[in-house]
């Protein structure tokens, strides 16, 4: 297979984001009256998708809407003053000769704030996508088939690299290559296992083994000049 395209989740595969969305989490659920850790609030929403979230919410007795939106406003404060990188991301983008695009389930905003102040933005050429442009969010194969239709290319001959099981079953059922992403803030135990028992193709850990991988599958480089 010649692969033409490489798909992009967001928080945890090109931004180092979790950390910060994890205590941007626990100070809003703590203000709402719930005292929660940022590694209890890592524990119990990460990998977890919006309704899975506002359920725990509406348990705890709290108003999801405003518990999110306050999460949002210390988030980008957050954002306001450092957008961290995943380590090494940088080489995987400019090494290699083939279009990219980002597939969040993040908000239009949330992208807004945070890829598209960095640097990162400038390789992806607007081709960053939420999941507020499609029908259904990951783990539907929606975004990933949005995006390679913007891109001109086949699903088949795109790779999709995901750290969460929705953007792997995402990737599979549209056609691509589904890669799953152990990046450097992950604390989930076995979750390089779910990632493999979701369908990933293929598994890294950081960001270096991913530009390995993608030499390994012969993607063209781009042509240096002296």
């Given at each position: ?80 003053a450092n957008v961290p990188h995943v380590p090494g991301i940088e080489p995987v983008l400019w090494d ?117 991988l993608l030499n390994d599958l012969s993607l063209p480089l781009f042509e240096r000049t002296a």
């Amino acid at each position: 297979m010649t692969y033409k395209a490489i798909l992009f989740d967001c928080d945890g595969v090109l931004l180092d984001s979790e950390p910060l969305g994890c205590e941007a989490l626990a100070q809003a659920i703590s203000a709402a009256g719930v005292p929660l850790t940022r590694a209890e609030a890592a524990q119990i929403f990460s990998g977890n998708g919006a309704d899975q979230s506002r359920a725990w919410m509406s348990d705890a007795g709290l108003d999801a809407k405003a518990v999110f939106a306050e999460a949002d406003r210390i988030l980008f404060r957050m954002f306001d003053a450092n957008v961290p990188h995943v380590p090494g991301i940088e080489p995987v983008l400019w090494d290699f000769d083939v279009a990219m695009a980002v597939c969040s389930n993040s908000s239009i905003v949330r992208l807004e704030k945070s890829i598209m102040r960095t640097p990162l933005a400038m390789r992806f050429a607007g081709q960053v996508y939420s999941a507020e442009q499609v029908a259904l969010a990951k783990p539907a194969p929606d975004l990933a088939l949005f995006a390679a239709n913007r891109l001109g290319v086949a699903p088949e001959e795109a790779i999709f690299i995901d750290d969460n099981i929705h953007g792997i079953r995402c990737a599979r059922d549209a056609g691509c290559l589904a890669v799953g992403f152990v990046g450097p803030s992950e604390h989930r135990p076995g979750h390089a296992e779910r990632l493999l028992e979701a369908g990933a193709d293929h598994l890294v850990h950081g960001m270096a083994e991913f530009h390995d991988l993608l030499n390994d599958l012969s993607l063209p480089l781009f042509e240096r000049t002296a």
